[in-house]
C-alpha cells in the first residue's frame, strides 16, 4: 500500500478510510477547476519565500511562479503574482507578526513532517513558531479560498488538517507542550479572517489514535471489505476515487432513483 494520510484530506480519509486504498489506483490528473488550488499553492511559495527571506510580498509582485501538487509533484502550474497574492501574504505576515519581546521563539517556514510511529502520516505545516522555554507553540495555516475553513465548528470539533498538524509537531518537538492552531484566511468571506484555538499534547494523542484506526482499516481492506469501509459525504467532492467508487455509484443511484 503506498497511500499517504496527507493532512490536508484527512476529513475525507478519517471518514471514508477505503478512499486511501481507491486513491491509489487512480492517476493524478491535472484539473481545470483546481486553478484556485493551484494558486493557493503559489501564495504559499511566496509565503515561505517572505518568512524564510524576512520580506514583504510586494518584492514578488509580477513574478512567475511555478508550482506542483503536493503529492506527486507530476503537474507543474503557473501562477502570475499579483495584488491579491501579495495582499494576502501580507495580511498573514502582520498576523503572526515578528518573533519579539512578547511573541517569543524560533520561526519554522514549510516544516516538513512524518510521524515517527506512523510514518504514513507526513505533511508540511505553513508557519510554526515554537518557544522552547515556555512548551509553547503558534502552528498559523493560511488559507488563500473565500470559502470559510473553521478551526472549531459548532459541535466543537477541531479542524482535523490542523490536529494532525499537531500531531506531526507534538512528535516531533519533545518540548512542545500547549498549541496556538491558527487559520489566516484573507480572502475569507467574514470580518474574523484569523480564527484559532489552543490544544495540548493529549487532545493530539486522541487524534493520533482516530488516525491510527483510519489506517489500520485501510492496511487490512480487502476487495470485499472495500464497500463496507467506503463511506460517502461532502468528503468526496475532492476524492480522486470518485469515478471508481462502489459506495458513490450507489448513491447516486439511490439519489436519482430512490
Ligand atoms: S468517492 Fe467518497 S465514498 Fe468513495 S472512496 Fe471517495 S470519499 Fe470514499
Not at 509582485?61 to 506542483?68: C, N, P, Q
Not at 502570475?80 to 518573533?99: H, I, Q, R, S, T
Not at 467574514?190 to 491510527?212: F, P, Q, Y
Request: overall charge negative.
Amino acid at each position: 500500500m503506498k497511500y499517504k494520510l496527507r493532512p490536508s484530506g484527512s476529513s475525507r480519509w478519517l471518514a471514508c478510510p477505503g478512499s486511501l486504498v481507491l486513491e491509489d489506483t487512480v492517476p493524478q490528473e491535472k484539473r481545470n477547476d483546481m486553478v484556485a488550488a493551484y494558486t493557493g499553492t503559489a501564495a504559499h511559495q511566496i509565503l515561505e519565500w517572505c518568512v524564510k527571506g524576512q520580506h514583504r510580498a510586494d518584492k514578488y509582485l509580477g513574478t512567475e511562479v511555478e508550482v506542483f501538487d503536493e503529492d506527486q509533484q507530476e503537474f507543474p502550474f503557473s501562477a502570475k503574482v499579483d495584488e491579491k497574492m501579495v495582499a494576502a501574504v501580507n495580511f498573514f505576515l502582520d498576523e503572526v507578526g515578528e518573533p519579539d519581546s512578547v511573541t517569543r521563539g524560533t520561526v519554522y517556514s514549510e516544516i516538513e513532517m512524518e510521524h515517527s510511529e506512523l510514518p504514513t502520516l507526513r505533511g508540511t505545516a505553513d508557519y510554526f513558531r515554537f518557544d522552547e522555554e515556555e512548551g509553547h507553540g503558534v502552528l498559523a495555516d493560511l488559507k488563500n479560498g473565500t470559502s470559510i475553513v473553521q478551526v472549531k465548528n459548532r459541535a466543537g470539533e477541531i479542524n482535523t488538517q490542523l490536529l494532525s498538524y499537531a500531531c506531526l509537531l507534538f512528535d516531533k518537538f519533545e518540548k512542545l507542550e500547549t498549541l496556538t492552531i491558527a487559520i489566516i484566511q484573507p480572502n475569507g468571506k467574514t470580518k474574523l479572517k484569523t480564527r484559532s484555538t489552543g490544544i495540548n499534547r493529549e487532545v493530539a494523542e486522541i487524534h493520533l489514535d482516530r488516525v491510527k484506526s483510519a489506517a489500520k482499516i485501510a492496511d487490512e481492506a480487502t476487495e470485499e471489505t472495500l464497500e463496507a469501509i467506503t463511506s460517502e459525504g461532502s468528503h468526496c467532492f475532492w476524492c480522486r476515487a470518485k469515478g471508481i467508487c462502489p459506495t458513490k455509484g450507489k448513491a447516486s443511484v439511490l439519489r436519482d432513483f430512490g
